[in-house]
């Protein structure tokens, strides 16, 4: 029984990197119709940006948490207006493929800038240390980050339903068309939410940093999880993506727990369970087709 | 936009995926011949083993086109058929000793197998989740590989695969003669792909390319061809993967990983998409700039890669067949409106 809430606790921690991530993901979807394949490379670039920060200018964890985020927000508005914003009109393959190609020249461009080996961060002062109950032991840092992660995806929630911006963006993900039909202009909200999701991408870097192998490679195999996740919740709904990041996460944990090494693949069966009885996500809406 | 994602991809196909704008059979029959013998040829002015290379990919592009082209289905986990191929063809080659088209033949056996599961699941979604899920498949066989190592090697590969060949034993330095006893393995492939498309069965996976909807309407149990092409098309991934991996004489976790996927989905936008012929000609780009780069010592590879996507993707949608094609297209009806003006 302490094995399972061991296990169910760091798979909530787990989570939450996913949820946070995923989240990004689902509020670019569905305000700009766009998947982003880069989402994994921000997300190192996020973790790389802070362990740079550190390197250089000595600014720790706790400013990094405030400033990587607004680097990538930056990051995310220069990408928008100079690449995707042509594609928009297109099939949202050719921006799949746009921001695929984008991954392949971020990361090379982080590894040869700064090798493969993994740079250095330690956990934030204050946060170090286990946390023991019985036979339950986790890290402090791994619950301040689940409980962090936590924290950012309720704000965001209360962004979106209790302001008028969060209203705008959740009536353009429901549905844009219509919601230009009756006078909102989605179209100014459409790089501030890109943005947006670049930055949750990069909080979750940043959050990854202390007890992750941070390096160019670190993105590659969590965008394909993110895609899974994502395909779980349904891609177009923002509940969906933080429940279902968490779900991962358990699932994730409980594989790590119980059978070892077959984790990563329990995964994707669960996704392939989804997509057998309920194809459109647990959230999504069934597409008629 | 959710309007978009309801139907299959819409994507700027060149004129030959549109039958009735197809080039006139003269025309058609004078650039096979150009074709093929520029492949016969390839060996002598390329170092063979990367003019293998050349056609294994563009076969494996062919493939990606298929699907992409002509069905209006983004594959983007379509190494899992070619890497499947490739470990199965090597562990066939390794543990039998048959010659290595009967090793292929069982590879894109084994690749066709896995795609029955893969297309059957995949096809529930459409569009851009349609390439999620493949992605996400193709993932999940990288993770079991790298978890089986008593049959994969794991992390080393599978190595030593032997170049037999009824009877003869090809050794490294006999790459040239490789390029022809793969040859016809290379050429069945694009002729299934071309047979194919030019079916009654082609017409219909243009149809529903085109029209799901109205493909339903008329009948057609869409998601059984959706599969049924998929099956093909894994098939003739699996073709080029067991060549290639019996050209390299090893097969590693590199064919499975999703950046092969991307790879082949950038040779095909690049030679342009719904042309068959399109293929192997980004395959040809790729390949020829990445042994370039490779040989002077760049590392970074995929600096190049990606920005080659973003510049295609940005600026040239119909890749270089379809490019061309667009050109000379409008030479001619230019021609042709001033002949009009004259008379």
Known sequence: ?289 | MSAQLTDTVRVETAASAAPERRLNPFVRAALLVVALLVVLALPWYIYPPVAMDILAWGLFAISVDLLLGFTGLLSFGHAAFWGMSAYTTGYIATQVGVPFPVAILGGTLAAMLIAIPTGYLAVRRTGIYFAMVTLAFAQMLYFIANQASDITGGENGLQGIPKTFFGIELVETDSFYFYYAALPIILLGAFIAWRTVSSPFGRVLLAIRDNPARARALGYDVERYKIMVFVISAGIAGLAGGVFSVSHGFASLQELVWTTSGKVVLMTVLGGIGTLWGGPLGAAVVVLLEDQLASSGFNGIGIITGAIFIIIVLLFRKGIWGTAADFIERIRSGMASRGRGDA
């Open chain 1, 1 to 289: 029984m302490t094995e399972f809430l061991q296990y169910t606790l760091q798979g909530l921690a787990a989570g939450g990197f996913y949820a946070l991530a995923a989240l990004g993901l689902a509020v670019i979807f569905g305000v700009l119709g766009v998947v982003n394949f880069s989402h994994g490379a921000c997300y190192m670039l996020g973790a790389m940006v802070a362990a740079l920060l550190l390197q250089h200018f000595d600014l720790g964890f706790w400013p990094a948490l405030v400033i990587v985020p607004v680097i990538m927000f930056f990051f995310g508005v220069l990408v928008e207006r100079l690449l995707v914003q042509w594609l928009l009109r297109l099939d949202p393959l050719y921006n799949f493929l746009l921001t695929f190609g984008l991954t392949l020249l971020t990361v090379d461009v982080m590894k040869r800038q700064f090798g493969v080996s993994s740079l250095k961060y330690q956990v934030p002062a204050g946060l170090e240390g286990r946390f023991t109950i019985g036979s339950v032991d986790l890290s402090v840092y791994q619950l301040f980050a689940a409980a962090f992660a936590v924290v950012i995806c309720l704000a965001v929630w209360m962004i979106l339903t209790k302001t008028r911006v969060g209203m705008i963006v959740r009536a353009a993900t429901e549905d844009a068309e219509r919601s230009r039909a009756l006078g909102i202009n989605v179209a100014r909200w459409v790089t501030p939410v890109f943005g947006f999701g670049i930055a949750l991408a990069g909080l979750a870097g940043v959050l990854a940093a202390p007890y992750r192998a941070i390096n160019a490679d670190m993105g590659s195999n969590f965008i394909i999880i993110l895609f899974a996740i994502v395909v779980i919740g349904g891609l177009g709904s923002i509940l969906g993506a933080v429940v279902a990041g968490f779900l991962v996460g358990l699932v994730e944990a409980y594989g790590q727990g119980y059978y070892g090494q077959l984790s990563q693949v329990l995964i994707f069966v669960l996704m392939a369970a989804v997509v057998l009885i309920r194809p459109a996500g647990l959230f999504g809406r069934e597409e008629v087709a």
